[in-house]
């Protein structure tokens, strides 16, 4: 079963940075970041091919996140800059489906909480 290590959260003011990071066991391919908000379903956040020359986002995090990896140790990053109180969430990375975004795995580990204060 694959293993995902997290690390990065925290509670930051509204208009900071964080910089999230998913260490995965096991071979990795196009990765993604997901995010749920208490009450809200589970959503798409932003991906990357393996090679990381393509990227995508969600239109919410368009312009202010950005997504990259470190094949020689199976990490993915989130760097999330101007930070809003939406983004609020519990982060989760996951291998996934392009175009379609769908995760490929069923675990999702414990994800980073991300709380922004307005």
């Known amino acids: 079963q694959v293993q995902l290590v997290y690390s990065g959260g925290g509670l930051v003011q509204a208009g900071g940075s964080l910089r999230l990071s998913c260490a995965a066991s096991?071979?990795?391919?196009?990765m993604g970041w997901f995010r749920q908000a208490p009450g809200k379903e589970r959503e798409f956040v932003a991906a990357?091919?393996?090679?990381?020359?393509?990227?995508y986002y969600a239109d919410s995090v368009k312009g202010r996140f950005t997504v990259s990896r470190d094949n020689a140790k199976n990490t993915v990053y989130l760097q999330m800059n101007s930070l809003k109180p939406e983004d609020t969430a519990v982060y989760y990375c996951?291998?996934?489906?392009?175009?379609?975004?769908?995760?490929?795995?069923?675990?999702w580990g414990q994800g980073t909480q991300v709380t922004v204060s307005s």
């Open positions: 996951n291998l996934v489906k392009i175009p379609s975004m769908t995760p490929q795995w069923d675990y």
């Open positions: 096991g071979r990795t391919f196009s």
């Open positions: 990357l091919t393996w090679t990381g020359t393509s990227t």
